[in-house]
Each structure stands twice: as structure tokens, then as C-alpha cells.
């Protein structure tokens, strides 16, 4: 099926909406917002018992209900007292809840009611019509059904009925069914038949009648038959209850690549979509990845692109958050490529994670109709979407605190043993003073050199374990940093010289400004320890002139290695006096691992060490001015 078989919305008097298993709104289109009075954002996951209550009570639930515990489809007839109408309600069940239609049949109500036979006749002046003698012989027949069958009225009249279901290649057990409507109807034991047969047109094309079969007072015929083409609004009640059935499918994942694929070939399948595709917005590069796309796209295209900010329609609608439907795609300004087959195209955001696009190589391809259902995949999409991002978040939630806990209690050791022990330094150095109160001569031992020393570095572990317990696996948003300028400002206030580090080559990269300087800090302290004054420390790229992960190190030629920050949650970097300096290399490692970076430290060959960051996949050179 393509969507050019759907009818447009404005023209479908139906209305539409599905309940889950609950009973609770899952989805309503145009016509049943109208009909209920309620929009879809107010009444998607309401129980419907709960929202109309003195209507459902006396009109829906014997029908629903059924439908539901029996698994069978039902139909019925209700009044409408606020619309002062009445409508034709089917119910189809599934395993996910149920789809329900509304048709609005006040006319066929009030000619039935005034003059049941002639009106159907009139309501029906668009619609094939042939009526019957009692021996089923046809005795009239109008345009409408002769252009359906191809033949002239004149070929028709005289023949019996049988010559209808031939023409129209109705399957025999259909013709049957259609032949004892027309009996029960003659004889006076129905007062009219409805049935839905599928036939074929004259121009071999399958369709789907509705066959009316109503009585009628003539001098010679006694029935009259009135079929008319249902063919678009059977493919939309197919198209949309199949969608709902797609919702099942999305929520049942967890994977938002997964899920971007079941919407695009649900849209290929379901809707004819075949050249479409998925982008989701990429967070930390700023830019829509494509995630999915149909085998149409890939065979007309080779790929899909990743679009930028401000790159053509795609991006202009997703900033926008609405539908945006274009028609003619050579008398729209502002394309990504010029040069583009795609003639006609609908772009729909999926919320704030990304959009579906799909085109056509002809124009005037979608209509009202394409934007309703595509505005109802990628609604689902999103629901789905939203969903997986709270798995996830719950998933890392869980994790982080599991961390944390770990984190926690190493930070415990650290306060309970090595903040003691400098403490019990300080309290070492006054006891031993001999000093007292009284003695006015009397001068605070090393007071400048190691007790405020001591204080200092217990100050700054303090101020280490605040902030690994707080912020060091988390990041705020990120922006461009200059690896130069970081450098600069974490050197101005590590404990190395500023003279002690060069930068091999300029670059940028995105990052958490502030834990990044952070990491630079803490890494050139835990340099200074290892080696104390005289050290010589090299900032250099790595991967950006081969195939390895994209980064970069600090080389150090202390004699000392750094112990591996792995091998224990807390590891406090001591100097050659046993005096603690912080939470060292541990505290860089998370703060990389919080940036999704990699964090590795390689023995240079007794001559120094490297600590690298790898996985900086937003790094980039800077060439100098």
C-alpha cells in the first residue's frame, strides 16, 4: 500500500483512538479530539472510564468489554446526545489493547427513520446502485456501478445478479454471504444488510465495497443494492490500528538504535515510505547522527549525512519542533544539497532527540493524511525514546552509586588513617616543643616549615576528597577548550614551574571546562611530588597524524613512577617524606572516565613516564597564525 491510497483527513468522517489493555488512551486522532471534546494531550494515558463516565457507563462497556475478554471484534450504534449524533462503533481487539472507530451515521439514522428505502437510494447518488426483482434479475442500474464493472447499463439490465459478482471477481463465499443478504432483506426477516466485500474494478484494480442491501417499494423491484468504495477508509483504519501494534514493538526496546529502526521500516512497510530515514541529535558533538534508514534511501543515496547546525531543512525543522511537509522541493530555498533528486519531502522532530525525514523522487507525493500518520510514528517513536533514556538513566543511576559507595568508603580510609597521621604530626611537633604558657620566650617550632606544610597538604587533601566525592564521575555541559590556555591556567596553580611544561602543538577540544583544568592541576601535582623541583614535563598529541585513538600525554622524566591509579578506588600521592598530597592520578582517572576519555600511564623505557588521555575524539590541532 502507498499513502496515496489513504484519503486525506479532512475527508475521513471517521474518528479514531486506541486504548491499552487498561482502558487508557493511547491515541486519538483529529475527529475523536472533536467528537470527546478533549484533546489528545489532555486525555493520552487517561483510563476512559475515568474521563466519561455517564457516557461509557450506559453506551460502550458491554461492547468493549467483550471485545477485550473474547478477543473478537464487535460492532453497535450509539447516540451522541452533546453532537446530537450517531455513531457506528467498531471495536478490534489485539493483544495490546483495542482500536476503535467512529463513524458518523446521523443521515443513514434519519432517512432510515423517515423513508428508509428511497433514501438510501438518494443518499447513495455517487454510489453503484442496482436494484433486484424477486427472481434477482437486475432491473435498474446507474453510471457509478457500470463504470465500476466497465460495462454498459444496457448490458446489465435483465441479467441475473450473479453478472455483478463476476464482473467485479467477488469470491464465491462472498457472493453467497452477499446473496443471503439480499434474501433476508426480500423476505422482511432483516430490514437491511451491510457488508464489507473486497472486488476488483474494471480497471483490475482491488478495492473494498461496502454492499447495502435495503428494501424498496417499485412495481417491479423489491430490493435495492447500494456499493459503495470503502477502499480508502479500510486502508485507514488498516494503517492505523497496524501503528498501534508498532507502539508495542517500540516500547518493548530499550535500544534507541533498535527503536529508530523499527520506525523507519514500520514507515516502509505500513505507510510506503521507502526513502526514509533517522537522525538523533548527538550531544557532545552538537550535530544529527543518522541512526536508521530504509534499503530506498541506501540504494538512492549510498549513505545518509549527518547534518550540522543550520544545515538545510532538516535542521531548520528540528530547531523549529513542528511537521514541516514541502511539496515541491525545486521551489524551496535553503536545501542541504541542491543537486538532490528528492522532489518531494515530510521532516518530523521526534521530540528533542533527533527527526524522521522521508522524500519521494516525485512531487506532490504526501498529502494531510502522510503528515497525520508520520506525526503518529514518530509521536510513538518519541514515547519509546523518552522511554529508553529513563532505562538508561536508571541503569546508570544504579552504577553511579554503586561507584559512589566505593568511592565513599575509600574516602573513609583516607580520613580515618592518613589525615590522622598528619594531624598526629602537628600534635608530635607542639608536644615536643617543651614550651608552656608561662614561658614568654617561648617560639613555635617549625611552625614555618613543617607544621604549616603539614596543615597545607592536609587543607588540599580535603579540598581533593570534596571534590572527587561531589563532581569528579560527572560532567556539567561542554564547550570548546583551548589545550593551551587550560594548560596555562592548571599550571598557574599546580606546584610545577611554569617554566617546567611546554606544549608540543596547539588544539582544541570539548570538554567540562572546569573539571578539565582540574585533571590538567591534579596531574601536574602528582608530577611535582614524584619528582619535586626539577622536572621537565611535555604536553603532546597523539593520534591526530595516524590511526590510533585521538588524545594526549604528559611526559615527565621523574625519576619516580606514579603508582596506577587502578589499583585501588583511593589512592593518595605521597612524597619522599611519606607526607600525603592528594587523591593523585585516581582523581584524573575519573575525571577522564567521567568525559568518556580513557585514561593509560606507559613506563617510557626507565626514561620517563607518559600518562595519556585517549578517546578525545572531539580533539583537533590548531594551526598557529
Known sequence: MTLDAVPVVDRVTDAFFALDTDFRFTYLNDRAEDLLERSRGRLIGRVMWDEFPQTVETQFPDGFYRAMDEQVPVSFEIYHTPLETWFETRAYPSESGLSVFMRDITDRKRQETSLAQHAAVVEAIYDGIFTLDRNRSIVTVNDALAAYLGVDQDDLVGEHVEIVTQRAAIDD??????????????????????????????????????????????????????????????????????????????????????????????????????????????????????????????EEFGGL??????????????????????????????????????????????????????????????????????????????????????????????????????????????????????LEDVAAAVSESGGDDGDAGWEFPLAEQSVETTLERAEGLVDDVQEFARNATSVRTRSRVHLEEAIEEAVGTSRLADE????????????????????LETAFDDIAARAGDDVTVCVELIGVDDDRPRGF?????????????HSRPIDPTTDDEGAISGLGLTLV?????????????????????????????????????
Not at 311 to 339: H, I, M, Q, S, T
Not at 603 to 611: E, L
Open 173 to 298: 463465499g462472498d457472493a453467497v454471504d452477499l446473496g443471503r443478504a439480499i434474501t433476508d432483506v426480500d423476505i422482511g426477516t432483516a430490514d437491511n444488510r451491510t457488508l464489507e466485500i473486497p472486488f476488483t474494478d474494471a480497471d483490475g484494480v482491488d478495492r473494498m465495497g461496502e454492499f447495502r442491501v435495503v428494501p424498496i417499494e417499485d412495481h417491479t423491484a423489491t430490493v435495492a443494492v447500494v456499493v459503495r468504495d470503502v477502499t480508502d477508509r479500510h486502508e485507514y483504519e488498516r494503517v492505523a490500528a497496524s501503528l498501534h501494534e508498532v507502539t508495542r514493538w517500540l516500547l518493548e526496546s530499550d535500544d534507541p538504535e533498535e527503536i529508530c529502526a523499527i520506525a523507519v521500516h514500520a514507515g516502509s512497510d505500513l505507510l510506503g515510505l521507502t526513502i526514509s530515514g533517522i537522525w538523533l541529535l548527538d550531544t557532545e558533538y552538537g550535530y544529527l547522527d543518522p541512526v536508521a534508514g530504509t534499503a530506498g534511501a541506501y
Open 305 to 422: 549525512p549527518r547534518i550540522h547546525t543550520g544545515d538545510g531543512l532538516v535542521w531548520e525543522a528540528f530547531e523549529a519542533g513542528d511537521v514541516k511537509r514541502y511539496d515541491d522541493l525545486e521551489e524551496v530555498d535553503g536545501l542541504y544539497n541542491p543537486d538532490t533528486p528528492i522532489r518531494s519531502e515530510v521532516i518530523a522532530p521526534i521530540g528533542t532527540h533527533g527527526v524522521l525525514m522521508t522524500g519521494s523522487l516525485d512531487p506532490h507525493r504526501f498529502d494531510e493524511t502522510d503528515v497525520e500518520l508520520v506525526s503518529t510514528l514518530v509521536e510513538n517513536t518519541r514515547a519509546a525514546l523518552d522511554r529508553a533514556n529513563r532505562e538508561r538513566v536508571l541503569r546508570n543511576r544504579t552504577a553511579e552509586l554503586e561507584r559512589q559507595t566505593e568511592r565513599l568508603e575509600g574516602i573513609a580510609s583516607v580520613l580515618s588513617n592518613d589525615l590522622q597521621r598528619q
Open 500 to 519: 617546567a611544561v611546554t606544549v608540543d602543538r596547539a588544539a582544541t577540544l570539548r570538554a567540562d571546562s572546569e573539571r578539565f583544568i582540574n585533571l
Open 553 to 565: 600525554l604528559l611526559w615527565d622524566d621523574a625519576a619516580e613512577p606514579p603508582a596506577d591509579p
Open 589 to 625: 582517572r575519573a575525571i577522564a572516565e567521567a568525559h568518556d576519555w580513557s585514561f593509560v600511564i606507559v613506563d617510557d623505557d626507565g626514561v620517563g613516564t607518559r600518562i595519556e588521555i585517549r578517546d578525545v575524539t572531539t580533539l583537533e590541532p590548531v594551526e598557529n597564525v
